[in-house]
């Protein structure tokens, strides 16, 4: 061995297995010896190691292909182990490379996360003695595919296009992205697999068998490979190195195998047998030897562990961020990986943060949280990103996002007291809830995340009858700046769980909530839509019907910007009813107040108005939002409501009726303090100096602020939220809970008084 020097790559042992058509069992036996015998890696072909399709005689004479297809049996393995990575090995591309990658991402988001993919030339799949020429261009149609396989795991909105020659893409929708940055290995000893693995791969596979060279040559090849980096700009320890070790030879010793790790800089080792015996004796005996040996060299001639990201990675990464001292077990993605394009944003806003966060539990949130503060950058809490206010992601910063903790358990079906994870989607809510004949008043759209509504009021479809979302939180967990976890309700820390409910963003993180939901069966919901002339007076009477209305009915009102000078009203409604008759009676007057040009009605249940979605991060639209509350839809906003209608600069105008059961709580209550409101009223444009003239010349009508809705980053914005008894019970919450300000980025509440507070302390006297 020539000794290329040990990289310091975490090391891993594993096994490579085929499947055979004449005993397809074996294949389901050895991969549950490799996994019960703690093996790192199950790499899985139709040939020992090698990727080709083994032969034999039929007995007639003719040669019958014996080995099963490596990808569909890979599939099977994924289905019997639980916990070892698995590789395609040696897999050859004869199909179209976006399907592969397509394959791959399934595969990988089906198995939580543990897929590789080990691609070999043709050439080298069975050239036998190709020329020079040949292998070159296998090796540049199989650069092709790697480059098809990344691509297409990147899905940002835009379809793919490769040019060719070998493999040309005209446009093909990206994505799945796979459920880890999965690394692309190339198999090969030939010099132009060499040069594509130094040049492209995440790894290099060496299969001594198929390659025919001997152990020996290890080290040779591995200098050759490291020459051909440094060609390409790429440091040697970019590039990891798997050995696959022919059985046939026996199970190989410790000696030649830490020989192979640390002096010749192989990081995963492969046995290569179809016995299930000598894989046990590996697994269980050698590999423990292995990992010892390799330990205690590394610590003696103190080798630096090797970077976990790739290099790819790592190049993309931003300032300000210590990323290797991220705690272990925390899951992160960062800019250079295949996932971020869909975690980058929020549903309305573009963002680039430099570090995803993706904690498991409240314990992890705790973790993460810690370290977090220990970064000079800005940090954001997501818990489904569907805020318009767009405060769930930053440009440099690092995103809490709490999309795993999505638990839904009913705890009390008496009290019908249910535990909610923060990151739950409400559509997912709805459907737990239903078969139980329950529900929990949640907004108006399924993919909205538990945590932001919950946390700040959470106006939805049954508002009037069952009142806000915090109306219905009797307890929850915090995680609180310095990292500590306490539990807030009505006897455990009462003031924060009183602030918790309608400004929550600015005390914690929430990582479940305890609900007492209400009994709701089917319900009424209705879509109608007019043809509106006189725009005032249709939003007065729509106002006037709304307080005049029962409390099991909840409308919201939609407008569009005028084509050709019409307007068109959208009416939402949802009656608190399943007898057609009361939904009927409910809606009629709302039908009479302008001529329908579309309408449908259904009784559906809950779960058909508050749909489960799909997890959307696109940074769609990147509209300008304002919102305000009023207590009633005056004639006189109603005429400047009109004027905003038609005056081109807004795109969507919304009420959203209140009133009912959320004007029945005290204004005291909670920290949502605006109780009087009858509506909610928000507005979405394209250009921020007209939108804003317009809305802040309408400021005499407001009488509050919802701020999730509004995207104004004017610190009097506050004020407006939090009227000013309110505003001094929160920031004396603050300086007890996060005096530091470490939640500062979601409608701070120390943005206009925090320095007159620290000077006049009275104002921190609830």
């Known amino acids: 061995m ?3 020097g040990d990289a310091g790559h975490a090391l891993r042992l594993g096994a490579a297995v085929r499947g055979d058509a004449r005993d397809p069992a074996a294949l389901t036996r050895l991969a549950a010896v490799a996994e019960a015998g703690g093996l790192d890696v199950l790499a899985v072909g139709p040939g020992a190691g090698g990727g080709r399709a083994r032969v034999a005689d039929d007995g007639a004479g003719a040669d019958v292909a014996v080995g099963l297809d490596a990808w569909t049996a890979l599939g099977w393995v994924a289905g019997v182990t639980r916990r070892i990575t698995l590789v395609a090995d040696g897999l050859g591309v004869d199909g179209p490379p976006a399907v592969l990658a397509q394959a791959v991402a399934s595969l990988d988001l089906l198995t939580g996360g543990r897929v590789e993919l080990a691609l070999t030339t043709a050439a080298d799949e069975g050239a036998d003695g190709a020329a020079d020429e040949g292998a070159d261009g296998a090796a540049d149609a199989l650069g092709e595919v790697v480059a098809v396989v990344r691509g297409m795991w990147t899905p940002d909105g835009t379809p793919l296009v490769a040019p060719g020659p070998a493999h040309p893409v005209p446009g093909a929708a990206r994505g799945p992205a796979p459920a880890h940055d999965v690394p692309v290995g190339v198999s090969g000893a030939d010099d132009a697999s060499i040069d594509l693995a130094a040049r492209t791969a995440d790894a290099w596979w060496l299969d001594l068998g198929a390659a025919g060279d001997a152990l020996a040559d290890v080290g040779r090849l591995q200098q050759q490979l490291d020459r051909a980096a440094a060609r390409h700009g790429r440091e040697p320890g970019d590039v990891r190195r798997v050995l696959t070790l022919a059985g046939a030879a026996g199970v190989p010793t410790v000696e030649e195998v830490v020989g192979l790790v640390v002096d010749d800089g192989v990081d995963t080792v492969l046995l290569a047998t179809q016995d299930a015996g000598a894989l046990d004796r590996w697994a269980t005996e050698v590999a423990p030897a ?7 060299t ?9 970077p976990t990201r790739s290099a790819r990675v790592r190049t993309a990464r931003r300032a300000g961020i210590a990323y290797d001292t991220v705690p272990a077990g925390v899951e992160t993605v960062e800019p250079g990986d295949t996932r971020y394009p869909a975690m980058r944003s929020n549903y309305l806003r573009a963002g680039r943060p430099g570090l995803v966060l993706l904690p498991r539990d409240t314990a992890q949130v705790a973790v993460a949280l810690t370290w977090a503060r220990t970064q000079p950058v ?4 997501r818990s489904g990103g569907h805020g318009i206010s767009g405060r769930s992601t930053n440009d440099g910063g690092i995103v809490l996002d709490l999309r795993h903790l999505d638990g839904i358990e009913v705890l009390d079906v008496a009290t019908r007291r249910v535990r ?9 809510v709805a459907e737990a809830l239903q078969p139980h004949g329950w529900a929990l008043t949640s907004g108006d759209y399924g993919g ?5 509504l919950a946390t700040a009021g959470g106006l939805g479809f049954l508002a009037r009858e069952h009142g806000l979302t915090i109306d219905h939180v009797r307890a929850a967990d915090v995680v609180l700046a310095d990292g500590s976890v306490v539990r807030a309700d009505a006897e455990h820390h009462p003031e924060l769980f009183w602030g918790l409910r309608g400004a929550g963003g600015n005390l914690g993180v929430v990582t479940s909530f305890e609900f007492e939901v209400d009994e709701v069966g089917d ?8 043809a509106v002339d006189d725009v005032a007076g249709y939003l007065h009477d729509f106002g006037a019907l709304v307080e005049a209305a029962p409390r099991d009915v909840t409308p919201f009102l939609i407008v569009g910007a005028p084509r050709g000078g019409q307007v068109v009203a959208h009416v939402l409604a949802v009656v608190d009813s399943d007898v057609p008759e009361t939904i009927v009676e409910r809606l009629q007057p709302f039908a009479m107040l302008a001529p329908l040009v579309q309408q449908s009605v259904h009784v559906l249940p809950y779960t058909g108005v508050v749909r489960r979605t799909a ?3 696109g940074g769609h639209g990147e509209p300008v939002s304002r919102s305000s509350l009023v207590e009633h839809v005056t004639p006189g906003l109603a005429t400047d409501l009109e004027r905003l209608v038609r005056s081109g600069a807004v795109h969507f105008f919304q009420i959203r009726s209140a009133g009912g059961a959320v004007n029945d709580v005290p204004a005291d209550a909670t920290a949502y303090a605006h109780r009087s409101a009858g509506f909610s009223l928000v507005a979405m444009g394209s250009e921020r100096d007209r939108v804003d003239r317009l809305w802040d010349a309408m400021a005499h009508h407001w009488s509050g602020l919802y701020g999730s809705f509004d995207t104004d980053p004017r610190p009097e914005r506050v004020e407006d939220a939090f009227p000013p008894a309110t505003l001094a019970r929160l920031l004396a919450l603050k300086e007890r809970y996060d005096p530091d300000d470490v939640f500062r980025h979601n409608l701070p509440v120390t943005a206009t008084l925090r320095g007159a507070a620290r000077e006049d302390r009275s104002l921190l006297t609830p």
Not at 298 to 306: F, K, V
Not at 378 to 381: G, I, K, M, Q, S
Not at 421 to 428: I, K, L, P, T, V
């Open 420 to 428: 909610i994870g923060a990151g739950a989607r409400w559509g997912a």
């Open 290 to 296: 292995v990992r010892s040996a390799v330990a205690a």
């Open 298 to 306: 590394r610590t003696a001639r103190g080798t630096a562990p090797a």
């Open 615 to 617: 997890d959307v991060h």
């Open 448 to 452: 909205v995340g538990v945590g932001g």
């Open 523 to 530: 319900v009424g919901f209705a879509q109608l839509s007019f």
């Open 378 to 381: 800005a940090l954001a809490v």
């Open 2 to 4: 020539s000794g290329r």
